[in-house]
């Protein structure tokens, strides 16, 4: 009789080749794995390199760094949690303050890079903000634009993506979308067209004949957008228009969407999704499902109602779209030992919103307006898509949206921005910044909050070292009081940490008429 030879269960293999058949796996596969049986469990709970995984996740945060290949996985973990930690009190490592160049009204914070554009000097000003590990020395570098043509820009680090945008001096289009190297300004080389043509009369079947009042360009990957507000076109009508390319296609795939109701913003979620907001108090999902047709407004989403009289007037999101990524510096000397960057797999989306008395009004009597700020983890909103589906089916044009009762309240957390605060919270991955508004307390005088909604977080408050921190655990709940202007209640179900500054922090200081005088940098 032949030898058989008998079966080897997975756990009885060396550790070695266990690691290797672990090591592929996300951190949401080693938990469940880790759950299965000792062996497993030991072995991962074991793993520096298995555990710093876990760890990223736990915080959603990526690395990124030269060292990150050479420092043993256990620095990278201390690391990781010296960065939270620091943010949890508060203690931030240094401050730095820009360059005087970097003081431009136009300017995009995005994947750890600062640029902004200098009317003065007819260039694009750039520099790479320090991370904790860092020397002292600001990367700075600029590219020479002509301002008089110059729309807007905007740029992806992580691609080495710069996109500016120029009135276009071909009347066959309005605007031209130039696609270059952040690092060198030479001809992107993914970039099979160097130049976007945008608002051509082929696909608007008119003539633009009077500029858009806002631009707003974004890069999500491969997709490219650009929403065009208020155009005017020869034949009378007025509208919205949203392009999309694929800037890598070697077939120039693009669509564009028309509004005639108008749209306060757009902003990409996902590199095949995204939001639209309306005047009415509307958020509509689209979803690229086949590449050679338009995209498909999967669902539609209603803000809270209002009282008579009052109206939205203002819609947007906040600028935590673009995912935070290392820049690829041509020099060595430049790159951070070890930065961490809030993860893509989620991210928190804010919606800010303004709400007006609508009609007549004394012309001598204040405005009557309150802005509010609705967060809400992107996770969420992606999972909207299948409830409108199975309550409503296909969107339509003039059909049902999901109201806001049905998933507000559940998903949300809001929070109103007193009169005198000019500028909207901040994010960073999971958290919000804003500085406090004191009544009687002179702007220059306020200090900052950190709102952390990291779900992990919040989750295992209870269990964490919290020595040294002087904030506070705010838990989710769902409320039943309605605030004027609303008919509804709003939302507070997200739980959040928070900490306070026990310094007074100013980082953008202007002059007594508004212009950006200085910009300081915290490095955590």
């Known amino acids: 009789m032949g030898y ?283 979803y690229v499902v086949d590449r050679s047709k338009p995209p498909q407004c999967t669902a539609k989403l209603a803000l809270p109602s209002l009282v008579n009289h009052f109206s939205y007037t203002d819609i947007f999101t906040g600028e935590n779209m673009i995912p935070g990524s290392m820049f690829p510096y041509s020099r060595k000397s430049y790159q951070p030992i070890c930065s961490f960057y809030p993860s893509t797999n989620d991210q928190l989306i804010a919606i800010h919103v303004t709400v007006s008395v609508t009609g007549t009004m004394d012309m001598n009597s204040e405005p009557d307006f309150h802005r509010y700020s609705f967060f809400i983890l992107r996770s969420a909103i992606l999972e909207l898509e299948s409830l409108f589906a199975k309550t409503y089916g296909q969107p339509t044009l003039n059909g049902p949206k999901l109201p806001w009762s049905t998933w507000g309240p559940q998903h949300t957390t809001c929070f109103r921005l007193q009169g005198d605060e000019a500028r909207r919270p901040s994010l960073h991955g999971f958290r919000v910044i804003q500085p406090i508004n004191v009544p009687e307390v002179p702007r220059e005088h306020r200090r900052l909050r950190i709102r952390d909604f990291n779900p992990h977080i919040a989750r295992n408050y209870h269990a964490q070292d919290k020595s040294g921190w002087h904030g506070r655990l705010v838990e989710g709940e769902l409320i039943s009081t309605i605030s004027c202007p609303f008919t509804e209640p709003l939302g507070s179900a997200l739980p959040y940490r928070e900490v306070v500054s026990e310094e007074v922090i100013l980082l953008l200081k202007n002059d007594e008429i508004g212009d950006l005088q200085q910009i300081d940098v915290l490095v955590f």
């Open 4 to 286: 058989i030879p008998r079966a080897i269960t997975l756990v009885q293999l060396a550790p070695e080749l266990l690691y290797l058949i672990l090591s592929p796996l996300d951190a949401y596969d080693l938990v469940r794995v880790r759950q299965t049986c000792k062996a497993l469990k030991g072995l991962i709970d074991n793993s520096e390199i298995l555990q710093y995984v876990i760890d990223l996740s736990y915080f959603q945060m990526i690395s990124m760094g030269p060292s990150e290949m050479d420092a043993p996985p256990a620095i990278c973990r201390k690391r990781l949690r010296q960065y939270d930690a620091a943010w949890q009190r508060f203690k931030y490592k240094r401050k730095r303050t820009l360059p005087s160049m970097m003081l431009g009204r136009n300017f995009k914070f995005l994947g750890g890079v600062y640029g902004s554009r200098s009317v003065e000097e007819d260039r694009i000003h750039f520099t790479r903000l320090l991370s904790a590990t860092d020397s002292n020395e600001l990367h700075c570098w600029s590219h020479p634009v002509d301002t008089t043509t110059l729309a807007d820009f905007t740029f992806c680090a992580a691609q080495d993506l710069l996109a500016v945008v120029t009135y276009s001096s071909d009347p066959n289009h309005a605007y031209d979308i130039h696609l270059r190297s952040l690092v060198t300004n030479d001809v992107h080389t993914d970039a099979p067209q160097p130049i976007l043509k945008a608002l051509s009369k082929d696909t608007i079947e008119g003539e633009m004949i009077q500029p858009a009042g806002h631009l707003k360009v974004q890069i999500m990957g491969k997709y490219i957008s650009m929403l065009m507000v208020n155009i005017v076109i020869s034949d009378g009508m007025t509208g919205d228009y949203l392009q999309v390319w694929d800037w890598t296609s070697k077939n120039g795939y693009q669509f564009i969407l028309l509004f005639h109701t108008g749209i306060d913003d757009c902003s990409l979620i996902a590199e095949d999704k995204f939001l639209v907001m309306d005047y009415y108090g509307t958020v509509e999902i689209y």
